[in-house]
């Protein structure tokens, strides 16, 4: 079992940067990959952005990709999304997720998630 916490919601104005955190406990975070899933109000839940156990391989969502950096501190269990120039359309419940398959999984392949944190970006 795979517990993951995440930290780091607020509200911003666009064209500002947060950043997100994810604490994870109960199995070795190094032979996970971790990823980034957001929901928006009435919306489906969509990939934001992934990263490989070893941290070496990225991947990201065409409309993130440039403004947000996934990255992880294997030393620190933790797993980070750094957002910048956010816009209103980032408004929504971010999820971090965990797998041991892969970070090109499917959505459906992964095992474990967050409880969600929420980001707010006004116009």
């Known amino acids: 079992q795979v517990q993951l916490v995440e930290s780091g919601a607020g509200l911003v104005q666009a064209g500002g940067s947060l950043r997100l955190s994810c604490a994870a406990s109960g199995r070795t975070f190094n032979r996970l990959a971790m990823g980034w899933f957001r929901q928006a109000p009435g919306k489906e839940r969509e990939f934001v952005a992934s990263?490989?156990?070893?941290?070496?391989?990225?991947y990201y969502a065409g409309s993130v990709k440039g403004r947000f950096t996934i990255s992880r501190d294997n030393a620190k269990n933790t797993v980070y999304l750094q957002m910048n120039s956010l816009k209103p359309d980032d408004t929504a419940i971010y999820y971090c997720?965990?797998?041991?398959?892969?970070?090109?999984?499917?959505?459906?392949?992964?095992?474990?998630w967050g409880q969600g944190t929420q980001v707010t970006v006004s116009s």
């Open positions: 997720a965990a797998n041991t398959v892969s970070s090109r999984a499917a959505e459906s392949s992964y095992e474990y």
């Open positions: 990263i490989s156990a070893s941290g070496i391989t990225t």
